[in-house]
């Protein structure tokens, strides 16, 4: 299993403050997504990321891939009471590829 | 479109029964996947079906059984059913590569 370390693991912070949001790995991937979370509910994409270096903006979510392909962030800028959730990063895996290995997510608290 | 579809919503089971949860979508994907969903575990793989007829397991098999009846229907058996399988599990599908859509979850107690 290729492993993907997600930190923090928690993280509270009140409304207007920025934050950043790492997925690492020692493999790399062709390409890793971010999913959202909410409570009660399946995780919903927010952006693939495939090129190294690549950055993706989202409003205010600033993802980017590391340019060896084994690392990601998340940045949210002005954080808002609606970006509370729980943050995941996804990679392929598996021999086949078609795996999708989750981290283990990133609780966001925003009050 | 309903997208993909997870039965039971709530199951809770004694120690030893066994049950199966039914997932079904209607999006023409090739692939499909069982994940469960701890506290603090974030996603992790169970079994996952890169096409109609080819089962693989994942993270953490033990204790579970698949079929892919169809290009539509992906079931998950727990054949004796533990205490450490009390979970959420969801239900995803996708065209490989993309992104994966997921059902709403079946929340599972075993007591």
């Known amino acids: 299993t290729q492993l993907l370390e997600q930190s923090p693991q928690f993280l509270s912070i009140q409304e207007g403050e920025n934050l950043t949001v790492y997925c690492n790995s020692s493999s790399v991937f062709s390409s890793l997504q971010w999913y959202r979370q909410e409570p009660g509910e399946g995780p919903v994409l927010l952006v693939t990321v495939v090129t190294g270096g690549e950055v993706k903006k989202l409003k205010r979510l600033t993802f980017q891939f590391g340019d060896a392909r084994k690392d990601s962030s998340l940045h949210i800028t002005a954080a808002q009471p609606g970006d509370t959730g729980l943050y995941l990063c996804a990679g392929g895996g598996g021999d086949s590829g078609y795996a999708l290995n989750f981290g283990k997510g990133t609780s966001l608290l925003v009050t | 479109n309903a997208g993909v579809t997870q039965t039971p919503k709530f199951q809770v089971l004694k120690t030893g029964q066994s049950m199966t949860l039914q997932c079904a979508q209607d999006m023409n994907h090739n692939s499909m996947y069982w994940y469960r969903q701890d506290p603090g575990m974030g996603l992790r793989l169970i079994y996952y079906?890169?096409?109609?007829?080819?089962?693989d397991k994942g993270e953490v098999p033990n204790g579970y059984n698949v079929s892919r009846l169809n290009k539509r229907e992906f079931s998950l058996r727990l054949e004796s059913a533990a205490p450490s399988q009390t979970s959420v599990y969801f239900c995803?599908?996708?065209?490989?590569?993309?992104?994966?859509?997921f059902g709403s979850g079946t929340q599972l107690s075993v007591l």
């Open positions: 995803a599908s996708r065209i490989v590569g993309e992104k994966l859509f």
């Open positions: 079906s890169a096409s109609e007829g080819t089962t």
